[in-house]
């Protein structure tokens, strides 16, 4: 994995290429990653001005230490070769992700990369920098999920896609994100967010979950997004600045378990050190910690350090 992978993606901010006003408003909002939509968000018609509008708004620049990515259309239509040539070849240098929307299968993965690693040698381009974020929103898609992760290196995320996924299973719901109607045990999503992060974790990528469209309803954000931040993932999709915060609060971790992780971090390294020891297990305070207890607290402390948060204390060795 990269330094850009690694880069917090708490908060993944759409928006429309199609509309210059607000690709230039999300310059000031505090959103980890934001995507400039040419597929869903923009109506056929309007696509090649969306593409130029892109091309022009990343160029300008000003989006501080965002992660600049493109949602292109898919494979299956007339549009995606148009979108990455145009973008890439317009933009290339000021961008760090192609997002390729309802991928099916490993081959579309490796589609996107000829064509990039094409881009980025005739404009004299990094080859390979450029990531692709894959998002999964069929049942094809996620049988799988696990080629698609390892069809390039350039895969950075796999992104759950709900409402064409809802669709593609034929799901009796038309509210994304919540519950279906009749489905009154359990959750839904459960089995399709786990594969997904077990695809990812399996193969070093970032998990991220998709939208929640109820946009004014940021208690019901919290709520959704407090499920897949639960099992793990990495962030979530925001389709409006008031759900910005929300995600970066969801996917932070408390100041009370990031002080706490870097406390287990400090005192097991000192602990299992010839000045501490060399102990394999100890307690810390009321707390047994070992190796499984760093291993933890190395994934808190990461996502706290992405996050930009600082601790409040110390370890201090006990006294011999």
Not at 117 to 140: D, M, P, S, W, Y
Not at 236 to 260: C, G, I, M, T
Request: net charge negative; glycine share 8%; hydrophobic share 45%.
């Amino acid at each position: 994995m990269t330094d850009r992978i690694l880069r917090s993606r708490r908060s993944n901010l759409a928006v429309p290429g199609s509309s210059p006003k607000m690709l230039d408003k999300i310059r000031n909002l505090p959103a980890d990653q934001f995507f400039m939509d040419i597929e869903d968000a923009v109506a056929p018609i309007a696509k090649p001005e969306a593409r130029r509008n892109i091309v022009a708004a990343l160029n300008e620049g000003g989006y501080d230490d965002k992660v600049r990515v493109v949602r292109v259309n898919d494979w299956t239509t007339e549009w995606t070769y148009q979108d990455v040539v145009e973008v890439v070849g317009g933009a290339g240098a000021n961008l760090d992700c192609i997002m390729l929307p309802k991928v099916q299968t490993a081959e579309q993965v490796v589609a996107l990369d000829l064509l990039l690693t094409q881009i980025e040698k005739a404009h004299g381009f990094e080859v390979g920098r450029i990531g692709i974020e894959a998002q999964i929103e069929n049942a094809l898609g996620l049988i799988n999920v696990d080629a698609i992760a390892t069809a390039s290196p350039r895969v950075e995320t796999i992104i759950f896609g709900p409402a064409d996924f809802m669709a593609s299973i034929n799901m009796k719901s038309l509210v994304v994100g919540e519950q279906p109607p009749g489905y009154d045990v359990g959750d839904a999503y459960h089995y399709i967010l786990m594969r997904i992060l077990m695809a990812a974790r399996a193969h070093d990528k970032l998990a991220i979950d998709g939208p929640y469209l109820q946009i004014k309803d940021v208690e019901g954000y919290k709520r959704v997004a407090g499920r897949s931040a639960a099992l793990g993932f990495d962030g979530k999709w925001v389709l409006h600045p008031d759900q910005v915060a929300a995600a970066n609060e969801v996917f932070s971790p408390r100041q009370e378990d990031y002080d706490h992780a870097e406390l287990i971090l400090d005192a097991y390294e000192y602990f299992t050190s010839a000045a501490g020891g060399a102990r394999g297990a100890v307690m810390l305070g009321d707390e047994m910690i070992d190796e499984a207890s760093r291993k933890m607290a190395l994934v808190i402390s990461a996502k706290g350090r992405a996050a930009g948060l600082s601790r409040t204390q110390a370890f201090t060795p006990p006294e011999s």
